[in-house]
């Protein structure tokens, strides 16, 4: 069964992007575009891993982060923050909060995002 | 020329009228006004005191309402510079929001574009590539220049943090250069490094010198024409660790040499050769060296090449260290 992928992310555009690469490379993505959409799938859908903007409505990324790791059902999902926030205070609180990678958008090219995500399922 | 510049330092309706403050706001008017106010009070009370001597009651009084006004003014003065640093904070809030703002569409961008060429929407003739390959270096650019506006607008409002750790910058330098190789090559630069022996370390932030370095080296080899060779050496001098890079590129012409560290200042010679850029640089450059105590500098000439330098502080126990393990 292909792994699953949900990507807690505002913008359409990027849910776009990430939906066709994703689904090339064999993932399933779901996509939820606030943060309250997101942690209620995170429980329903139980996927592999969880891609994360900080940034979000309703609930910001912070949040969906403490809260998904407090729940036991979703605690042990792990999440890879994908932000254009770069400073050290946000970073640094992120991984205490228990993200498994901080990649900054900027700093990155489409590819090398998809070869984390692969790093982090052990592919 | 020159004597024009300094007389249009006279000129205050100009100066105010170039800071956007109305005369009232505007440091330069007021301390004319404040000027005018003295002499005249002074003349005053000298005429006054002539011509009451003999009632000192009066000529105190004089001089407390001379102190009174000047007091006043001084308050007025005072509060249009803190208008104009808080105009100044405000202008570096908005670049650094503005920045924010921009890197969203921007990664958006830059992800979509990486998508179609990738080929994995379908296959891209020839020539499409080509236009996608510009659209690809533009967004790049963009990139680029985003990331040093925000760097900028965060040494504005002092918000640069700085991480220090005890770094080699011997072994910093020679990963950027291992970095920088394939661009060099294909700008027919050699570059070579010629560190001391037995350097101390130095406390820094390792992604900030990173910047400083990467700096330094891009314009080095950048403003090589045809080819050319970068030097780099690194020495302990003193209490200082120093650090210099010399290109045999197309040197700075003497009348901009002042301007070099100046934000968004580009020189005109490289004008002609490069049209990327964004004269943030060696702002930025300056703005870290300082910050982390050091001092940094130039000398150029034109058509033959610019050395340019920069020492950081080496703590105390360092040198003790070194002195202990050269006996």
Known sequence: ?123 | MKLREILSQFNIFAQCKKYGLSLWQCPQFLFFVMGIIIVASTLAAYLIGSRYVEDPQIVALMVIVVTAILFIIAVIITRSFERLAEANRLKSEFVSVVSHQLRSPLSNLRWALELIMSGRLGKIEEKQLEYFKILKENSNRMRELVSDLLTVSRIETAKLPLEKEECQLEEITQNIIKEFEPFAEASNVEIILKPQKKLPKVSIDTSQIKLVIENLLDNAIRYIKETGRVEIKLEKQDRSLYFEIKDSGVGIPRGDQRYIFQKFFRSENIMRYQTQGSGLGLYITRAIIEKLGGKIGFKSQEGIGSTFWFTLPIKKQDELKIHRSSK
């Open chain 1, 1 to 123: 069964m292909n792994k699953k992928i949900l990507f807690i992310e505002d913008e359409s555009a990027l849910q776009k992007t990430f939906g066709e690469v994703l689904s090339q490379e064999g993932y399933e993505m779901i996509s939820a575009l606030d943060g309250e959409i997101g942690l209620r799938l995170a429980k329903e859908k139980k996927p592999d891993l969880i891609l994360l903007d900080l940034i979000l409505p309703k609930v910001n990324g912070f949040d969906v982060l403490k809260q998904l790791k407090e729940d036991k059902e979703t605690k042990s999902i792990p999440v890879v923050v994908l932000t254009n926030l770069e400073g050290m205070r946000d970073i640094n609180k992120v991984i205490e909060l228990g993200a498994t990678t901080y990649l900054v958008k900027a700093n990155y090219s489409l590819g090398e995002v998809v070869e984390k995500i692969k790093k982090t399922l052990g592919q």
